[in-house]
T-cell receptor, first 114, second 113 residues
């Protein structure tokens, strides 16, 4: 399967714990995006990364959230000290470029905070 | 700031009929617009992209129009089938970055056999 792979598919954390979400882009894609989807709401842009660089993190909360896309390995979205409001589906997408390019999405990680 | 509105109600149609979904946007003039399909528990799947200088685009039983004067896109599923049942999302390039897609909340389509 050469699609975007996200894991885990489901993640349960208690308040105050850390959540790590992983994303492997499609083969040949160097542009990675993270979106968050709340029930009954549209996908909201969080962050855009290229290898080893954060290009735009304007949609990501300033505190507790961070993202990386190392030279080797998957992209990671990290949420520290999780709170109930962090419960959502987090989707990763990748593309071969920007501009009029479709983004290819993974099936998401459903994060539940107890 | 940019605002995107899709049909607020779910669409229920009989198999074989045409489903028409609406996407309206304000405060911005995107150079292109995309439509995605999302099934429950899955990620969005890209369907079609239409540029501002294209009035209409087709792919198999799907047709998209883009009216930059009305700031509206219409998405049609012709000869609909139960397998077309899903949520359809409209997405615009971001106002401050063409990689930053802004999505509508989606319209859920159910096709009855």
């Amino acid at each position: 399967n050469a699609g975007v792979m996200q894991n885990p598919r489901h993640l349960v954390r208690r308040r105050g714990q850390e959540a790590r979400l992983r994303c492997s882009p499609m083969k040949g894609h160097s542009h990675v995006y993270w979106y968050r989807q709340l029930p009954e709401e549209g996908l909201k842009f969080m962050v855009y990364l290229q290898k080893e660089n954060i290009i735009d993190e304007s949609g990501m909360p300033k505190e507790r959230f961070s993202a990386e896309f190392p030279k080797e390995g998957p992209s990671i979205l990290r949420i520290q000290q999780v709170v109930r409001g962090d419960s959502a589906a987090y989707f990763c997408a990748s593309s071969s470029g920007t501009g009029a390019q479709p983004q290819h999405f993974g099936d998401g990680t459903r994060l539940s905070i107890l | 700031s940019q605002k995107i509105e899709q049909n607020s109600e779910a669409l229920n149609i009989q198999e074989g009929k045409t489903a028409t979904l609406t996407c309206n946007y304000t405060n911005y003039s995107p150079a292109y617009l995309q439509w995605y399909r999302q099934d429950p528990g899955r990620g969005p799947v890209f369907l079609l992209l239409i540029r501002e200088n294209e009035k209409e685009k087709r792919k198999e039983r799907l047709k998209v129009t883009f009216d930059t004067t009305l700031k509206q896109s219409l998405f049609h599923i012709t000869a609909s089938q139960p397998a077309d049942s899903a949520t359809y999302l409209c997405a615009l390039e971001g106002e401050y970055g063409d990689y930053k897609l802004s999505f509508g909340a989606g319209t859920t389509v159910t096709v009855r056999a």
